[in-house]
T-cell receptor, first 113, second 107 residues
């Protein structure tokens, strides 16, 4: 039981490049979400999904896309990377609607130069 | 609108001293509140939920609706408690996190 797995752990992108951050969970959790963590700002919700085929926007969705084709996977796509997207990205999952609390992945540290 | 405020960015205490990490929230309904902890180079972990009224690693937190607070307390801090602590409010599929407080427990 691996929990929530994020890849890659580190990534450096050039401005304008695109990439996909991967997130997979093996706990059959319906609810998955993506957060970014920035110093002094805590964690901010980017996108979330309450089940396969259903996604919705969080607080800071601009510049990011998501899809949820399976229960297990919830990739986050950066369409055209900008320096403002330099951050640590966390994927999280939860049984049900999240009321039981999240299980977090180990994070992806992204630097956009 | 939902908002979670953690007024202290950094809290330094000596080992054995009491600790209180402050969390205030704004929310019009009945809040569901959580504390998460992130140890150095580790992922965030759920520490406790107000609804379960549990004590984890000696930490407790009481919801005070009158003061709209959910402060995290421990009577005797240990060096291994040094970490980043986040207060979070749950509302309909979303968690709203505070900006976090770094706890530094000195020997």
């Amino acid at each position: 039981n691996a929990g929530v797995t994020q890849t890659p752990k580190f990534q450096v992108l050039k401005t304008g490049q695109s990439m996909t951050l991967q997130c997979a969970q093996d706990m059959n959790h319906e609810y998955m979400s993506w957060y970014r963590q920035d110093p002094g700002m805590g964690l901010r919700l980017i996108h979330y999904s309450v089940g396969a085929g259903i996604t919705d926007q969080g607080e800071v969705p601009n510049g990011y896309n998501v899809s949820r084709s399976t229960t297990e996977d919830f990739p986050l796509r950066l369409l055209s990377a900008a320096p403002s997207q330099t951050s640590v990205y966390f994927c999280a999952s939860s049984l049900g609607q999240g009321k039981e609390g999240y299980t977090f992945g180990s994070g992806t540290r992204l630097t956009v130069v | 609108a939902q908002r979670v405020t953690q007024p202290e960015k950094l809290l330094s205490v000596f080992k054995g001293a009491p600790v209180e990490l402050k969390c205030n929230y704004s929310y019009s309904g009945s809040p569901e509140l959580f504390w998460y902890v992130q140890y150095s180079r580790q992922r965030l972990q759920l520490l406790l939920r107000h609804i379960s009224r549990e004590s984890i690693k000696g930490f407790t937190a009481d919801l005070n609706k009158g003061e709209t607070s959910f402060h995290l307390k421990k009577p005797f801090a240990q060096e291994e408690d040094s970490a980043m602590y986040y207060c979070a409010l749950y509302n309909f599929n979303k968690f709203y996190f505070g900006s976090g407080t770094k706890l530094n427990v000195k020997p």
